[in-house]
């Protein structure tokens, strides 16, 4: 039997609703521990998750790490509340360190008054314990290596943190708790970040990928495909609804029909409308997309009018005032970096203008996209997308075998 303590993030600052906010982080969890003998109870704003087998750990720990609303969560012992109980725990802890040199100290919390030691005699007497017993142990108060947290409650709860890892949760607020959004999501670096910043606030994910065969193949829908995996690993019951829409014959219109230099904005205008009727469709309220202020010519303040001008849905746009290296650092994080880097042209990138303008005028555009009577194009490459279920990726290696 393992035991996760897991502490609550942001939602704990909730009034009124931090029971709607609960029960959507209790559910979150549960789903993705289906199949997963397991037990989660709520207790003192925290959540106490017992595992039945502990071949599960580095499982549960994966999901734990990827689910919203949690600040940080700790393997932990429950103990009898005796001192004899407690050095056992605190014994268990330290075997698991493969006696490597390290310093430590201990912290104890002892809100049962009852227990007939108090948080310094239990720091005092488990401190002298374990510099006698392990001697590749030191005591260092200030800034040890590992620090033995000792809570005294109806029980007695014992853990470690490293000094390293002092949050392994992602903070955030439970996926769902703000409703669905639908990424535009290219094969880019960006959109995946724009995704995973916004679940961060609460938003089920849902995506929308254009590709335009056969002018973009079978590399560009994969990259896609990686991309929406690694989402799904943060999104509810770890799965991503992938909308994959055929641009094509738009897109082949925009170019044939318009100035050229209004190629990207009208593009991305088009994308937004089909978007926007498949979120409608999908119960989305939100689109989201990764783009950032003056990162390329599409992205102008007067491009991104354009482009707002084009639905009435709220569009989100999380990156807006990213630096493109901080955008990076979050795409490393969250994995998605070394897929958005491999080869796979985006549509957007194959029918760029030479020239793209910066200053589009929006009555033009307008003109331009009335002028092309786009609607029922827009309507079909709604209908006809494809919607494809992907999943997190497997740990089928932390099962027994
Ligand atoms: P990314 O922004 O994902 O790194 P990028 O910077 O090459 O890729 P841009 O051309 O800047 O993409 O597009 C800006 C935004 O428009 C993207 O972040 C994405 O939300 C949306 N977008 C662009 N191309 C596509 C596409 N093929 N499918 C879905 N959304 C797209
Ligand atoms: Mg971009």
């Known amino acids: ?27 979150n969890i549960i789903q993705r ?17 017992y595992i039945e087998d502990d071949c599960y750990d580095d499982f549960v720990s994966s999901i734990l790490s990827k689910t919203f609303g949690i600040a940080d969560f700790h393997k932990a012992y429950r103990l009898p509340l005796s001192m004899s109980g407690i ?24 809100s049962n008054k009852s227990f007939s030691y108090g948080s310094y005699e239990i720091c005092a007497h488990l401190g002298q314990m374990v510099a006698q017993k392990y001697p590749y142990l030191h005591v260092d108060v200030h800034d040890p290596d590992w620090t033995i947290m000792v809570e005294i409650r109806e029980s007695c709860y014992t853990y470690m943190k490293a000094k390293e890892h002092q949050s392994a949760g992602p903070g955030g607020l439970p996926v769902g708790t703000a409703g669905r959004g639908l990424l535009l999501l290219s094969g880019g670096i960006d959109s995946p970040v724009a995704g995973w910043m916004m679940a961060c606030r609460g938003l089920q994910l849902l995506a929308v990928h254009f590709h335009t065969p056969p002018y973009t193949g079978c590399e560009a829908l994969q990259k896609a495909k990686d991309l929406s995996q690694k989402l799904a690993d943060w999104n509810i019951n770890g799965n991503l609804v992938l909308f994959l829409v055929n641009f094509t014959q738009i897109q082949l ?30 119960g989305a309220s939100v689109l989201i997309t990764g783009e950032a202020l ?20 709220l569009i989100l746009r999380p990156l807006i005032g990213m630096d493109k290296q901080d955008i990076i650092q979050r795409a490393q994080y969250l994995e998605s970096f070394d897929i958005s880097v491999q080869s796979g042209t985006d549509c ?17 555009a307008q003109e331009m996209l009335a002028a092309a009577s786009l609607e029922d194009l827009i309507h079909q490459a709604a209908v006809q997308a494809e919607r494809e279920i992907i999943s997190a990726r497997e740990y089928s290696h932390c099962l027994k075998v």
Do not use: W
Not at 33 to 49: A, M, Q, T, V, W
Not at 99 to 109: L, P, T
Not at 257 to 270: F, I
């Open 33 to 49: 521990l289906k199949g997963i003998r397991h037990e989660l109870k709520i207790s003192d704003g925290r959540y106490y998750l």
């Open 348 to 364: 957007c990138a194959l029918f760029a203008p030479e020239n793209p303008v910066t200053k589009p005028k929006m009555d033009q």
């Open 87 to 110: 050095e056992a725990g605190v014994n268990k802890l330290i075997q698991s360190l493969d006696s490597q040199r390290a310093s430590f100290k201990i912290e104890s919390r002892r």
């Open 1 to 27: 039997m393992s035991l996760f303590l897991i502490r609550l993030g942001e939602l704990t600052l909730k009034k009124g609703s931090r029971g709607f906010f609960e029960g959507t982080l209790k559910r």
């Open 294 to 313: 003056a990162q390329v010519a599409s992205q102008t303040l007067d491009s991104l009018a354009v482009t707002d001008q084009s639905v009435r849905m």
């Open 253 to 282: 219109k925009i170019r044939e029909m318009t100035d050229p230099r209004y190629g990207t904005v009208l593009a991305r205008s088009c994308m937004m409308q089909i978007a926007e009727q498949i979120a409608q469709r999908e």
